[in-house]
Nanobody, 122 residues
Framework: QVHLVETGGGLVQAGGSLRLSCAASGRTFSNYVLGWFRQAPGKEREFVAAISWSGARTFYADSVKGRFTISRDNAKNMVYLQMSSLKPEDTAVYYC???????????????WGQGTQVTVSS
């Protein structure tokens, strides 16, 4: 079992930045690929970014590439999502999730946090 808790969401103006954090506890954190997903009202949950076990490889959705950066600290059992140049369309609940193997599909992730709201005003 991996327990995930996201923090760092909030209200920000377009063009601003936010840093989301996800704290993990339970099973060996470094054994899992960590991902960030988001879900806007009335829309399906979508992949945002993922990072490999060691942190050496990162993957991004085209919509956030160049603006968001995912990172992890296995010593602290933390994963982060640095978001810059935010747009109103980035408004969503952001979720941290864990999976044994890399995937962009929400159903492939075994463990999920409760989510944190990010709202970008125009």
């Amino acid at each position: 079992q991996v327990h995930l808790v996201e923090t760092g969401g909030g209200l920000v103006q377009a063009g601003g930045s936010l840093r989301l954090s996800c704290a993990a506890s339970g099973r060996t954190f470094s054994n899992y690929v960590l991902g960030w997903f988001r879900q806007a009202p009335g829309k399906e949950r979508e992949f945002v970014a993922a990072i490999s076990w060691s942190g050496a490889r990162t993957f991004y959705a085209d919509s956030v590439k160049g603006r968001f950066t995912i990172s992890r600290d296995n010593a602290k059992n933390m994963v982060y999502l640095q978001m810059s140049s935010l747009k109103p369309e980035d408004t969503a609940v952001y979720y941290c999730a864990a999976t044994p193997l890399y995937s962009t599909t929400p159903g492939e992730y075994e463990y999920w946090g409760q989510g944190t709201q990010v709202t970008v005003s125009s």
